[in-house]
């Protein structure tokens, strides 16, 4: 049966990942990306070279509007909606909480935590047996900084992770009995280009010797785990915080 799956912030790092992984077991993919639409029409030429199906869509997860264009574009070009990866999310700057201005604490609260809710809200509407859908997954990407706190460098962003975790727990009890499963991945240090945008590109290595197993993670082992939750091999498993951390 075709089936869609919307990654949110699906043009790099591990979104990117995620998004190539989908079209390989078969989703149509929805490669959501705010700015850099070139990065995103890569990913599609990859998925649609390996014969798949995938279409980018713009669409800012601070914007409820932009939110519902992109899911009224999926119902309208690809096969029904069966799955969401809530992945989009940013850093900031290294600082202390005293440090942090109103601006920063609204970007960090509505992309990492708003942005997730409004995309899960219109994903239920569309999955939920009781609004006459077929069932389906969401899953978050949350960030083990939800249970570390992230001292020093951004509490903000650890606390919006940690909000994400209780969204997760939440709602697939909320709709456990719909047909839909919702499960976060807990990332620990992995090699992407956001620990660049937070101001500090050797970010992983400096902190590398703090995961019990001395590594950083790479996009594809935090997509594996997604791609498990999204398959039916993870059929008895909801409200589940995964961490994929290197032991951290
Ligand atoms: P990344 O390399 O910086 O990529 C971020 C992606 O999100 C890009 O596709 C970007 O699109 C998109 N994006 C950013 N803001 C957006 C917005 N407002 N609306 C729509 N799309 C937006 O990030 P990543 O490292 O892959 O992180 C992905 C997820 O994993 C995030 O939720 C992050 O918090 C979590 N995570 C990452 C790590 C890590 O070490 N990398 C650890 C724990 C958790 P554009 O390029 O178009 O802006």
Partial sequence: ?????????????????????????????????????????????????????????????????????MFETVDRELAPLSALVNNAGIVDKASRVEDMSLER??????????????????????????????????????????????????????????????????????VANEGIRVNAVRPGVIYTDIHASGGEPNRVDRVKSMVPMQRGGEAQEIADAVLWLLSDQSSYVTGSLIDVSGGR
């Fill in 105 to 174: 604490l609204e970007r960090m609260f509505t992309t990492n935590i708003t942005g997730p809710f409004l995309c899960a809200r219109e994903a239920v509407k569309r999955l939920s047996t009781a609004h006459a859908g077929k069932g389906g997954v969401i899953v978050n990407i949350s960030s083990v900084a939800a249970k570390l706190g992230s001292p020093n460098e951004y509490v903000d962003y650890a606390a919006s992770k940690a909000a994400i975790d209780t969204m997760t727990m939440g709602l697939a009890k909320e």
């Fill in 1 to 69: 049966m075709e089936r869609s799956v919307i990654v949110t912030g699906g043009s790099r790092g591990i979104g990117r990942t995620i998004c190539l992984g989908a079209a390989k077991v078969g989703y149509q993919v929805c490669v959501n990306y705010a700015h850099n639409a070139e990065a995103a029409g890569e990913v599609i030429s990859l998925i649609q070279a390996a014969g798949g199906t995938a279409i980018a869509v713009q669409a800012d997860m601070t914007k409820e509007a932009d939110i519902l264009r």
